[in-house]
């Protein structure tokens, strides 16, 4: 089997108090979306992640979102494509004047979303990302689902890397159970880790009706923020290990 990235989203502290358990994350992870400003995070938690991903050996990428610090980022706004943009080059700035190398760039909650049917957002979103790569001399991936985002990041020759979610329902579409309906969240660390091991074997996850959706992805993610977080991350971590699976960050 190929070698397969785990990401989580850390970093996320609110008024200085983190919302994971970021050092045991990190010692089970091979990338790190760290917040930036948007819907969380500041200059010295941006800081502080990086230099644990340092120590860890991990991959920063930067995690921006809708500049939505009252609903952590998971609010849709209807922003004026320039103002969308400028708002991820200032998360993005901020987390390399915190000291970062990013290697890739995931946008964060109802953003992450938007960006997967609309077009204009989702060139917003990577015209930022492009400029930054402009500046490092080197291309910056994209991770996400597949959507519009995929196809805005190819027309700015920018790579896409397509990821799977772990502690998420998925439809039969292949879209994610909204955070508001049954199932949308997972908590057994044993089915995770089995979900883990399916995805990185036959590229298949399992849909809340029971259809296998087809989820060809190179990063899986599972979520810091949740109460089994680090039990399902460890779970994860030791079931790809155990099935001959190598974690490894490709960026």
């Not at 908590?187 to 399992?206: I, K, Q, S, T």
């Not at 993610?221 to 974690?247: I, K, N, T, W």
Request: charged share 20%.
């Amino acid at each position: 089997m190929a070698p397969i990235d785990l990401n989580a989203d850390l970093g996320e502290t609110v008024d200085g108090v983190p919302t994971a358990d970021d050092e045991a994350m990190f010692a089970v992870i091979s990338s790190a979306n760290i917040a930036c400003g948007g819907h969380a995070g500041d200059a010295a938690s941006m800081r502080e992640a990086v230099a644990r991903a340092a120590r860890f050996g991990v991959a920063v990428g930067a995690h921006p979102s809708y500049p939505d610090r009252a609903d952590f980022g998971r609010t849709a706004m209807a922003m004026d494509p320039l103002e969308l943009g400028a708002a991820v080059a200032v998360q993005l700035d901020a987390l390399v004047a915190a000291g970062a190398d990013i290697r890739y760039v995931k946008p964060h909650g109802a953003l992450y979303h938007a960006v997967l049917s609309d077009r204009v957002q989702a060139d917003a979103v990577v015209a930022a990302v492009a400029a930054l790569a402009g500046r490092l001399g080197r291309p910056l991936p994209v991770l996400g689902l597949r959507g519009e985002i995929e196809e805005a990041a190819a027309s700015e020759g920018l790579p896409f890397v397509l990821e799977a979610f772990l502690d998420r329902g998925y439809l039969p579409d292949g879209s994610l159970v909204p955070r508001t309906q049954p199932g949308a969240l997972l908590d057994d660390p044993d089915l995770v880790a089995a979900r883990a091991v399916r995805l990185a074997r036959d590229g298949v996850v399992e849909a809340v009706d029971g259809t296998l959706v087809r989820a060809d992805a190179a990063s899986l993610c599972v979520h810091g923020d949740s109460p089994s977080a680090v039990a399902m991350a460890r779970a994860v971590r030791a079931a790809l290990d155990g099935a001959g699976v190598e974690v490894r960050a490709s960026w």
